[in-house]
């Protein structure tokens, strides 16, 4: 009994440990929050809810226009947040990277989705690395949810095959901005990868 215990102790913390977490740059969360109510705003839209902010979303005019204003804040700030600071996640662009080691990558939506479903592709195109993902997304009050959580090379199998593949469908994402945050497990290894949203 007291193996069993420890056991499952030890399997809880290990848990703990392991989580994955929405909330890796909420100071950048908010400052983009912030920004993004101030152009809508500079362009008539009313922000009294979320259903008057999405109707926002619909008008291309205004969120082209959002996008732009967005890429060029986001561009200007990236310094300041984190010399290693988040990456811009462009809607329906390829963005590739690699996660050396227990290093970390994470990737923040400068605009909020004008879209309710977003497919989220993650491809693998090299290394052996174990990783760890967490999908979000994030209201303008900087509330969390976590929608989806995944592994890669999560076993030795899988190490072997360089070109794994994830697919997940997120739903409900009209006015969030969108982040992935990716976490390494594996010292001494790499994990090469490309991923879009669309």
Known sequence: MRIFLTSLLLFIALG?????SCKSAPSVV?????????????QGCALTNLNTFNQCMDNPTLY????????????????????????RLDFGRYHEGRIVSTGGRMY?????????????????LDG?????????????????TKLKTG???????QKSNKRETRRHTISGVKGYI?????????????????????
């Open 108 to 124: 923040v939506s400068p605009v909020p989705s004008n879209k309710n479903s977003l497919t989220v592709d993650i491809m693998e």
């Open 151 to 157: 592994w890669i090379n999560e076993i030795n199998s």
């Open 64 to 87: 082209g226009q959002l996008k732009s204003q967005m890429n060029s804040y986001f561009n200007s700030r990236s310094s300041s947040w984190s010399s290693i600071g988040p990456r």
């Open 178 to 198: 969108i982040s992935i945050h990716f976490d390494g497990k594996s010292v001494g290894n790499t994990f090469q990868y490309k991923i879009r949203v669309q």
């Open 128 to 144: 052996k690395g174990k990783v760890s993902y967490v999908i979000c997304k994030v209201d303008r009050k900087g509330r969390y």
């Open 30 to 42: 908010s400052d983009l929050n912030r920004k993004i109510a101030n152009v809508v705003k500079a």
């Open 16 to 20: 703990v440990v392991t989580a994955q």
